[in-house]
């Protein structure tokens, strides 16, 4: 085909206007340090301001500034806010819980002695869940520790 037979159209652009062969459509490339949008956001996110919060000021970056309204709005009864703090909050959890099964796949429990386990434990379960449970200590037996170890695969 000859250069004089080429069609332009949809998707044929005119062969003049065409990248050249070895030749970057994009010479220049991404400036470097640039941000995407959810970078800046996050950024944003997390600077810190200061409100007064029952006539005293008090420090806390603008993400917990807008949860604080959000609950807020909702205990106002605001039906949006109510809707967007049970999603932001089972999300919340879902991340939480999600992080925790990969610390607790990743964690080698073979190596751990009854006594670090225990220690484990201690610092591991949440006092909330302590207390719903009517456990004040946790008391691990060697028992308890198979079990752990196989319902955890290992």
Not at 10 to 38: D, E, L, M, V, Y
Not at 65 to 77: E, F, N, S, T, Y
Not at 127 to 145: F, Q, S, Y
Request: hydrophobic content about 40%; cysteine-free.
């Amino acid at each position: 085909m000859s250069d004089s037979d080429y069609q332009t159209g949809w998707g044929k652009p005119p062969k003049h206007s065409q990248f050249k062969p070895g030749r970057s459509g994009n010479p220049r490339g991404r400036p470097r340090g640039s941000q995407n949008i959810a970078s800046r956001v996050r950024r944003i996110l997390r600077e810190r301001i200061v409100v007064q919060e029952n006539g005293r000021r008090k420090s806390m970056t603008k993400a917990e500034a807008i949860a604080r309204q959000a609950v807020l709005k909702a205990m106002q009864g605001d039906l949006r806010a109510v809707e967007k703090v049970v999603v932001l909050y089972q999300s919340a959890e879902e991340a939480e819980l999600a992080a925790a099964e990969k610390l607790l796949r990743e964690i080698n429990f073979e190596s751990f002695t009854l006594p670090q386990l225990e220690m484990f434990l201690q610092l591991a379960v949440p006092p909330d869940i302590k207390k719903a449970a009517g456990v004040k200590e946790l008391d691990v037996d060697k028992k308890t520790l198979k079990v752990l170890k196989d319902s955890l695969g290992f």
